[in-house]
């Protein structure tokens, strides 16, 4: 009689999931770094269009950096900006 014995499937069978990880991470990876997929952002984590070079609040920022102003009028007119497009904040964030 001549017969096969069969022990299961042996110790290779576990890296079939150890492949699907890294097909599936590598996968994921590729998609946001090229930027097909992003997850979105989360509303806590201040999601804020970026300024545009000509937006009053970056004439402003300019203005400070380059000393025509102090910072009491900085502080001063930026609230008046913040009031008007809701979009800085006091911490500096603008």
Known sequence: MNTLAYDGPG?????????????????????????VWRPRRAPWRGSRPPISESSPIA???????????????YWRRLSVLDEQFGRTTKDGAA
Do not use: K, Y
């Not at 576990?14 to 991470?25: D, E, H, K, S």
């Open 59 to 73: 004439v402003l920022g300019r203005r400070f950096a380059a000393g025509e102003i102090d910072e009491e009028e």
């Open 11 to 35: 110790p290779w069978i576990l890296f079939f999931p150890l492949i699907w990880a890294a097909v599936i991470v590598g996968a994921v990876t590729v998609l946001r770094r090229t930027g």
